[in-house]
């Protein structure tokens, strides 16, 4: 059963999560995304983005680290889900703010929006937690 402390419309601590050159780095050695526009400026300008951009799947991963709090708390994540509106590029600080949208028995929903400096929304999300038995 879902916790009594978890409300509807209840607001997530928001994170602030800087994306430098290094943890792209790393997530491209790891996933093997070595696409030029996420290292070299250059090569990101020629496809139209302003400067290297982070991995989308990365956006992905640094957005649910706002749901931590619950996994060590006996929950788990069922579902995840995410559209992208416009990239992060390489050394910005995201902005991460999550709100508890709906509530269930077993399981609650976080609405999950990703803003960086450049553009106030970059990833719109959506994370189910479900009750770990």
């Known amino acids: 059963m879902v916790s009594h402390a978890i409300k509807l419309g209840d607001a997530l601590e ?7 050159e290094d943890l792209v780095r790393k997530y491209g050695e ?4 070595l696409n ?4 070299d400026d250059r090569a990101s300008k020629e496809k139209g983005f302003s400067a290297k951009i982070i991995h989308g799947m990365l956006s992905m991963a640094i957005a649910s680290n706002i749901v931590e709090p619950y996994l ?3 929950y788990w994540v069922k579902t995840y889900e995410m559209k992208f509106k416009a990239p992060v590029l390489v050394g910005e600080t995201i902005s991460i703010k ?5 509530v ?6 976080i ?9 106030p929304q970059v990833a719109k999300s959506r994370i189910m ?3 770990y038995k």
């Open 111 to 119: 609405d999950i929006t990703v803003s960086s400096p450049t553009y």
């Open 14 to 20: 928001p994170l602030l999560i800087e994306v430098n």
């Open 98 to 102: 999550g709100t508890i949208e709906s």
């Open 30 to 33: 790891v996933s093997g995304d």
């Open 36 to 39: 030029p526009i996420h290292f």
């Open 72 to 74: 060590d708390k006996g």
């Open 104 to 109: 269930e028995k077993e399981s609650f929903t």
């Open 129 to 131: 937690l479900h009750v």
